[in-house]
């Protein structure tokens, strides 16, 4: 079962994005923020598929970590989605050209995500 | 219960039948579209909003008012409440994939002399569906091409909204992939508006789908979809010979994703393009 990754520092927002996912057939893992993601991706390495990732978390957010997951992966190989409250033109642009695959405003719904992973190609 | 002065409980008390029927009545003879038996849920939906505007009690009282008065601009309003639909960027990805993959390809091929596309939009709503096939048009390089996309609906309202191709958040946040909305809009404040380079490529018109199109042909594709579930089995198939007339020989006519047609096979042939349902004018 290909796995993915749910980064964002609030633990509700995790709840309701990982279940989309496990109903979508992915095996979920959680992190709080960049740094324990990292820690994640470290432990299951090519094993994840898909990350979504918040932007603002302490200690490393998530600009910086899809910068740092894009160091070892590609948009094929690893798909990262940001789903934020950051909606500023400057910021989306600045999260493709780092190499994100989709952008998903907050507040968002159930459909939202998953017909944006939909046109994204991304599938488990 | 009324709440600063507005009665906020109409959706409480059941609409009578005499009133449903009316109601019916006046949506059918405006705009041909069959609400049936079973829409009281939809009518209380669609119309509560308007009973709390006018400070009336119930969609009863609403319907005492428009056989009273006869006010066109309060029967405008319910017909355009109980007619418009749900439309969003993009939506059933699977059409813009075989237009991409098949239907563009060919004729690029075909019209590259003269370079002139024509499409029709034929219940635009808001728009998002001709700003889709004007961003895709683009995305396909045909910057250059002279591309009309004629984009109609039967609503003033709607198609007022749709010229000023000014968008909600919530409303681009669906289905629209975040490099189209970064290349394509200019956000001011809570709203994102569509540049002029998608804006110029669509005109939008009111028209009614019960009278007759065709003059405003011939189109390469004609998308008239999550409309024709509405009507009923003779208007449908009225409209459908009348979409064939616009459509040019080979030209494509998409419906909704869960709309079918029948008996059409003189003057469509249903082709089945990855996953979308394609009827292509003989």
Redesign the interface.
């Given at each position: 079962m290909a796995k993915a990754l749910v980064v964002d520092d609030s633990r509700a927002v995790r709840m309701i994005i990982a279940k989309t996912l496990r109903d979508l057939g992915y095996e979920v893992r959680e992190a709080a923020n960049g740094r324990e993601a990292l820690e994640v991706i470290a432990v299951e390495k090519t094993a994840v598929k898909l990350v979504l990732a918040d932007w603002n978390m302490p200690e490393i957010d998530g600009l910086e970590l899809l910068k740092q997951l894009r160091r070892i992966s590609t948009p094929d190989s690893l798909a990262v989605v940001m789903v934020t409250t950051e909606t500023g033109m400057g910021r989306m642009a600045a999260a493709l050209a780092a190499g994100a695959n989709e952008y998903v405003m907050k507040p968002f719904t159930r459909d939202i995500l998953v017909e944006k992973l939909q046109l994204a190609g991304i599938r488990p | 219960m009324t709440v600063g002065g507005w009665n906020v409980s109409s959706s409480s008390i059941a609409i009578q039948s005499e009133n449903y029927r009316f109601l019916q009545e006046q949506v059918y003879s405006h705009t041909g579209i069959v609400l049936e038996d079973d829409k009281q849920y939809l009518f209380e939906c669609r119309l509560a909003p308007i009973v709390s505007q006018l400070g009336l009690g119930s969609i009863n009282d609403l319907c005492a008012l428009l056989r009273e008065s006869r006010e066109a601009e309060v029967g405008c309003q319910v017909v355009e409440a109980m007619t418009t639909n749900e439309t969003y960027f993009?939506r059933d990805?699977a059409h813009y994939d075989a237009i991409r993959s098949v239907l563009l390809p060919r004729l690029k091929q075909e019209r590259r002399d003269t370079r002139k596309l024509r499409f029709w939009s034929a219940a635009a709503s808001t728009g998002q569906e001709a700003y889709s096939l004007s961003m895709a048009l683009l995305e396909e390089g045909l910057s250059d091409w002279n591309i009309q996309i004629l984009a109609t609906d039967i609503s003033s309202r709607v198609l007022d909204r749709a010229r000023g191709a000014c968008f909600q958040?919530?409303e681009v946040?669906?289905?629209l992939?975040?490099?189209l909305?970064?290349k394509y809009?200019?956000?001011s404040g809570l709203v994102w508006q569509l540049s002029e380079a998608v804006r110029r490529l669509v005109h939008f018109e009111k028209l009614d789908l019960r009278q007759s199109m065709a003059a405003l042909g011939p189109f390469d594709l004609v998308f008239c979809r999550n409309v024709m579930i509405y009507f009923d089995a003779e208007t449908k198939q009225k409209i459908l010979k009348e979409l064939h007339v616009t459509l040019s020989s080979g030209g494509w006519l998409m419906l909704g994703g869960s709309e079918t047609a029948f008996d059409i096979e003189e003057w469509f042939e249903r082709q089945t393009i990855g996953n979308a349902i394609v009827y292509v004018a003989r």
């Open positions: - | 993009f990805p958040q919530i946040n669906r289905g992939p975040a490099a909305l970064v809009f200019n956000r």
